[in-house]
C-alpha cells in the first residue's frame, strides 16, 4: 500500500477520502505525517513499515481536522507532534466529555464504525516558532501558517525535496477557509508561504487527491489563488474541482463551494464591501 514519490519518501492513499500519509525514512525508523484514516489502514500501514524493518519513531499532524489526528496502538507509542496551536485546539476538544459523540457526529457514515479513537488527537504541541520537527531523520522544516485551520502546517522535506502541503493544493479538495476573522487574507498569506518555498519542491504531497510534481506545484498554487480571490469578489470561479468538470465521486464538493460562496456573498453584502 506504500508508494515511493521521491528518495526516502512513501505515500500511502485512503480509499475514502484519498488522505495521503507520508512516510519519510530517517536513521532509525520513520516519521509518519496524518496517518489515517481507518483502523484497516492504519493496521495494513503498520504491517507494511514491520516488513520492511521500519519502526516509527516519530508522527506529526498537520491541523487540527479529524482525519489528521487519527493513530492506531499498531503504529506504536512514538511521540507524535504537531503545532502548539493544533495541540491546544486539540485538548481545547478533548477537555470536553462529549468530545467524542462530536467528532463520530462528524465522521463520513461509511467508515465512522472503522475510524479509532482511543488515540484521537493525542498530540505534543512543539513550542512557538518551532523552525523543525525534532527527530533523528532529514530535516523536516515547518511552516506554519493561518490558512485553512488553527496551527495548521506544511512541512518542506528539504533534502528530499518534497512538499507535504497538509489541506491545500489539492486537485480535488476546493480550498475549505476557516471561520477566522478574516479568512480570506489568512488563506492568501497560507498560500504565499508555500509559494516563498515552490523553487526548493520537486515532488507535492496533499492532504488529499494525487502527488503533483515540477511545474504542478506552482499551477497548483495559481488555482488555489484564483479560487479565493473569486470568493473574495463574489465571482464564480472557472474551477475543474466544481461544476460539470468535478471528478466523478466528488460531486459533493459542489455543495461545499456552494456554502462558502453564500457565506462570503453574504458578508459582503453586510460589510458593503468585498471581503
Known amino acids: 500500500m506504500l508508494k515511493q514519490v521521491a528518495e526516502g519518501v512513501l505515500v500511502h492513499q485512503s480509499e475514502l477520502l484519498q488522505n495521503n500519509t507520508a512516510v519519510v ?3 532509525g525508523g520513520v516519521l509518519i505525517i496524518d496517518a489515517g484514516i481507518t483502523s484497516g489502514e492504519m493496521t495494513c500501514l503498520a504491517n507494511d513499515l514491520r ?3 521500519q519502526p516509527v519513531i516519530a508522527g506529526f499532524s498537520t491541523h487540527p481536522d479529524w482525519d489528521h489526528v487519527l493513530w492506531h496502538a499498531d503504529l506504536g507509542k512514538a511521540p507524535r507532534y504537531g503545532t502548539a496551536r493544533c495541540a491546544s485546539f486539540m485538548q481545547d ?3 470536553n466529555a462529549d468530545w467524542r459523540t462530536r467528532v463520530t457526529d462528524g465522521l463520513p457514515p461509511e467508515i465512522a464504525e472503522e ?3 482511543d488515540l484521537f488527537g493525542l498530540i505534543t504541541g512543539l513550542p512557538a516558532e518551532t523552525a523543525q520537527i525534532p527527530w533523528d531523520g532529514p530535516k523536516v522544516r515547518i511552516i506554519e501558517h493561518p490558512a485553512h485551520a488553527p496551527g495548521h502546517a506544511a512541512l518542506l522535506i528539504e533534502e528530499r525535496r518534497v512538499l507535504v502541503a497538509g489541506d491545500m493544493l489539492s486537485d480535488l479538495f476546493i480550498p475549505m477557509l476557516d471561520d477566522s476573522a478574516d479568512p480570506i487574507e489568512d488563506y492568501l498569506v497560507g498560500l504565499r508561504l508555500l509559494e ?3 523553487d526548493d519542491v520537486d515532488v507535492l504531497i496533499p492532504g488529499h487527491g494525487s502527488v503533483g510534481i515540477a511545474d504542478q506545484v ?3 498554487i495559481n488555482q488555489d489563488r484564483a479560487y479565493v480571490h473569486a470568493l473574495r469578489d463574489a465571482h464564480v470561479p472557472d474551477d475543474p474541482r466544481i ?3 468535478v471528478k466523478p465521486g466528488w460531486e459533493w464538493v459542489n455543495d461545499i463551494h456552494e456554502g462558502q460562496f453564500q457565506r462570503f456573498a453574504q ?3 453586510r460589510d458593503g464591501t468585498p471581503d
Request: proline share 8%; net charge positive.
Open 93 to 95: 476538544l478533548l477537555s
Open 267 to 269: 458578508r459582503s453584502a
Open 51 to 53: 516488513e520492511l524493518g
Open 115 to 117: 475510524t479509532p479513537l
Open 218 to 220: 506552482r499551477a497548483r
Open 243 to 245: 461544476g460539470p468538470s
Open 25 to 27: 525514512q530517517g536513521r
Open 196 to 198: 516563498d518555498v515552490a
